[in-house]
């Protein structure tokens, strides 16, 4: 089945540092999407990025389909940027949203 | 944000028990969804559904099953909890299968001793 892998699993920066974080998955997919964890461990939609480059204030999101990658960038970080982060796709074939592990972002103040 | 409810948020029970999860949405979507999150495994799908009374099943559906006799309500059922069911359950929501978003409610905490 596809594979969908997240580094670096973990990251730890000081506040105002920026960060890049990679999703590479296997296959063909028919959707990508980002999330962030908070740590009260709500699940907040991010991106939907299937291809191309798509910005929200300090965060951006590109995702190169024919290369099989997207990365998620976050600028300017603030302590409430911490918490995990997920990519998930699905195939075309086969509906069903396939998670990567997720890295886990510490921001410290 | 999405209007996703899910009820309760917090449950022990024994082994053994039957346990039934609800998810309640008020924006009308088709998709529904039941995700398990555990240590080191990100989300996993155990049961989607399509629309009312039609659901499938998802990469952990062993032990679970699910009903949706209403857009609105989707409900999650675990016939006899065991331990190793015990994780953090969220449900999701999506307007379509393609080129659509999941939002996701808060989640159940579920812990089975």
């Known amino acids: 089945g596809i594979q969908v892998e997240q580094s670096p699993p973990d990251l730890i920066l000081q506040e105002g540092a920026n960060s890049t974080l990679r999703c590479n998955f296997s296959d063909s997919v028919n959707n990508l999407q980002w999330f962030h964890q908070n740590p009260w461990g709500q699940l907040i939609n991010l991106f939907y990025?299937?291809?191309?480059?798509k910005q929200n204030g300090r965060l951006s999101a590109t995702t190169v389909a024919t290369e099989r990658y997207s990365l998620l960038y976050i600028s300017s970080s603030q302590t409430t940027d911490s918490g995990v982060y997920f990519c998930?796709?699905?195939?075309?074939?086969?509906?069903?949203?396939?998670w990567g592990a997720g890295t886990k972002l510490i921001i410290k103040p | 944000d999405a209007g996703i409810t899910q009820s309760p948020r917090h449950k022990v029970t024994e082994t053994g028990t039957p346990v039934t999860l609800r998810c309640h949405q008020t924006e009308n979507h088709r998709y529904m969804y039941w995700y398990r999150q555990d240590p080191g495994h990100g989300l996993r799908l155990i049961h989607y559904s399509y629309g009312v009374k039609d659901t499938d099943k998802g990469e952990v559906s062993d032990g679970y099953s699910v009903s949706r006799s209403k857009t609105e309500d989707f409900l999650l059922t675990l016939e006899s909890a065991t331990s190793s069911q015990t994780s953090v359950y969220f449900c999701a929501i999506s307007k379509d299968r393609v080129g659509y978003e999941q939002y996701f409610g808060p989640g159940t905490r579920l812990t089975v001793t």
């Open positions: 990025i299937p291809s191309g480059t």
């Open positions: 998930a796709v699905d195939l075309d074939s086969n509906y069903q949203l396939i």
